[in-house]
């Protein structure tokens, strides 16, 4: 398995239980196929510039360790929910 650590920034307007569900969900998805080492909430931050008009995030970092097929999945699944405002996948054991 291959070490992946996933940062995704979450629309701030939303709900405490949204966003909890929100995080569970990609959890969810990454468990079908590998394994969630941590789950980092930073919380409410300011962002470097706007995103759909909104100068903070929910920002949330998740380590986990995965088939090398799933990062597509998962970027393709946070790519079109309305809760994710932005997102990265980065390989961890790539040099």
């Not at 992946?4 to 701030?12: G, T």
């Not at 307007?13 to 909430?41: F, M, Q, S």
């Not at 986990?64 to 309305?82: C, G, H, V, W």
Request: charged residues 35%; glycine residues 4%.
């Amino acid at each position: 398995m291959t070490n992946y650590e996933l940062m995704f920034i979450i629309d701030p307007t939303l709900e405490d239980e949204t966003k909890k569900a929100t995080i569970e969900a990609v959890k969810g998805i990454i468990e079908n196929e590998g394994e969630v080492v941590d789950v980092d909430e930073w919380g409410l931050r300011k962002m470097a510039y706007q995103i759909q008009k909104k100068s903070e995030g929910y920002y949330v970092v998740v380590t986990f360790k995965a088939q090398p097929t799933l990062p597509k999945e998962l970027d393709r699944r946070l790519r079109i929910s309305d809760n994710v405002m932005r997102h990265i996948i980065v390989n961890k054991d790539e040099k």
